[in-house]
T-cell receptor, first 112, second 115 residues
């Protein structure tokens, strides 16, 4: 059973559009949820984190969490070609565990 | 901006040899991690380290692996006898206990190639 699932893509959006990235997780006890961006051959770079149900906005990025549906999403508004990367969803399990479980990532291409 | 630094950026080793991957975590961070990413696959947790001992480890982190904080600034991952399947990108990460909560910051990685 896959613990963190993401559509591998590629997801192609035109420049200026909204990109919507989705992630589901299997462990209901998961407490913290993270979105990392990874350029090819580079390390994961933290973009957003969310702990509570609802939306959290940071600049052009909005993370959405629905614990009942075990679903996390990332919206990128006004997408830029520089946003082209693989977006990794990561989940921290319950209390006492700080390891992150990653999904395989969704590759996003923003077309100029 | 403080960052996690890793050396070397690329290590080529022969099968059966020992390798040590080095990391300097962000200076006021207290929790340290090693993750690996085999080419084309997902990032996988190996081990976490706090207060000079392992706090969690995955099934991947078997007896061939060890970690150490030898001098209060460096954090190392040793693979005793490398196998071809150990070829991967190895990422060190660190986390501050408070303030940033459980946000982990990753180093740029060491690409290990076992031949």
């Amino acid at each position: 059973q896959k613990e963190v699932e993401q559509n591998s893509g590629p997801l192609s959006v035109p420049e200026g559009a909204i990109a919507s990235l989705n992630c589901t997780y299997s462990d209901r006890g998961s407490q913290s949820f993270f979105w990392y961006r990874q350029y090819s051959g580079k390390s994961p770079e933290l973009i957003m984190f969310i702990y509570s149900n609802g939306d959290k906005e940071d600049g052009r990025f909005t993370a959405q969490l629905n614990k009942a549906s075990q679903y996390v999403s990332l919206l990128i508004r006004d997408s830029q070609p520089s946003d082209s990367a693989t977006y990794l969803c990561a989940v921290r399990k319950g209390a006492g565990s700080y390891q992150l479980t990653f999904g395989k990532g969704t590759k996003l291409s923003v077309i100029p | 901006e403080p960052e996690v630094t890793q050396t070397p950026s690329h290590q080529v080793t022969q099968m059966g040899q020992e390798v040590i991957l080095r990391c300097v975590p962000i200076s006021n961070h207290l929790y340290f991690y090693w993750y690996r990413q085999i080419l084309g696959q997902k990032v996988e947790f190996l081990v976490s380290f706090y207060n000079n001992e392992i706090s969690e480890k995955s099934e991947i982190f078997d007896d061939q692996f060890s970690v150490e904080r030898p001098d209060g600034s460096n954090f190392t991952l040793k693979i005793r006898s490398t196998k071809l399947e150990d070829s991967a990108m190895y990422f060190c990460a660190s986390r501050q206990n408070s303030g940033t909560g459980d946000k982990a910051f990753f180093g740029q990685g060491t690409r290990l190639t076992v031949v």
